[in-house]
């Protein structure tokens, strides 16, 4: 079911694709409702939520062939919000961030409630837990940070709509106040550097006085968690920290690991 799926979505992209694709172009403008248009003239049935189909693409599924194949040597098409209702494929040199496979680990005593492990899943709302349970985002950036709110729905300048997984708080010994936008991931699902810089966009709106820190949280394993922070850049959104951290009983923390912990550099 989810491959017929992916191929459906993917004949409507390379349908409004082709028709605008020339050699040369960095951007491509659409409206959602030129799916429907789309999907009548290929006798396709949509998805009752069409957001669905941009959804899939731009965190779970790759892009057609026929539409990567045209993107120059170090760039990737990647579909960006362009209003309400409105998107772009756009040029960019990454789409997604992926967790290194060589990042050292660090084990954390897992803080868990056991009944929340209990029902907990590799999913968004159990990563989220996992973070806020264990201060994962404030062992990560050494700030006192506090939850501020859940899945923050609003409306950015150009009319787009974004969700934000959850929003942090934090204060530092110097008593600098910061925002900090989480993207939390699991399953399959991939962290997309348009949501990065949405969120940078979202914390100079609605918080201009703060710090604004964006981070997402990716599941590798059931309780290995990568962490990235995120900064701007001239050449777009970087990564500025990953860190990977193992939740585990505290009697699987062994002394001679504490040790090594305490003289690492970073």
């Not at 960019?92 to 961030?97: E, L, P, T, V, Y």
């Not at 700030?143 to 959850?166: A, F, I, P």
Request: one cysteine or more.
């Amino acid at each position: 079911m989810e491959i017929k799926e992916s191929n459906r979505y993917a004949k409507i992209l390379e349908a409004i694709f082709s028709k605008r694709f020339k050699k040369g172009i960095a951007e491509i403008e659409f409206e959602r409702s030129e799916f429907s248009k789309v999907a009548d003239q290929l006798g396709i049935v949509l998805p009752k939520n069409l957001g669905d189909v941009l959804y899939s693409f731009r965190y779970r599924t790759n892009l057609p062939k026929s539409i990567t194949s045209k993107a120059p040597k170090g760039f990737e098409w990647i579909i960006r919000p362009a209003g309400k209702g409105k998107y772009k494929l756009a040029l960019a040199r990454q789409s997604n961030i992926i967790p290194s496979s060589i990042l050292a680990e660090t084990k954390i005593p897992d803080a868990t409630p056991g009944i929340i492990s209990a029902y907990s899943m590799n999913d968004e709302q159990s990563l989220l837990a996992k973070l806020r349970y264990n201060r994962l985002i404030d062992i990560f950036t050494g700030v006192t940070c506090y939850s501020l709110q859940n899945h923050l729905r609003t409306t950015l300048r150009d009319g787009s709509q974004v969700e934000t997984d959850e929003i942090y708080i934090g204060l530092d010994k110097r008593g600098a106040h910061y925002v900090m936008p989480v993207q939390a991931k699991g399953g399959k699902d991939r962290i997309g550097v348009v949501q990065i810089e949405q969120d940078f966009e979202l914390c100079s709106m609605k918080f201009p006085r703060l710090i604004c820190r964006p981070i997402a949280a990716q599941f590798i394993e059931n309780n290995l968690i990568a962490l990235f922070e995120f900064e701007q850049s001239k050449d777009g959104i970087k990564v500025a920290s990953e860190k990977h951290y193992r939740l585990v009983k505290p009697d699987e923390l062994s002394p001679e690991e504490l040790e090594s912990y305490s003289v690492r550099q970073s």
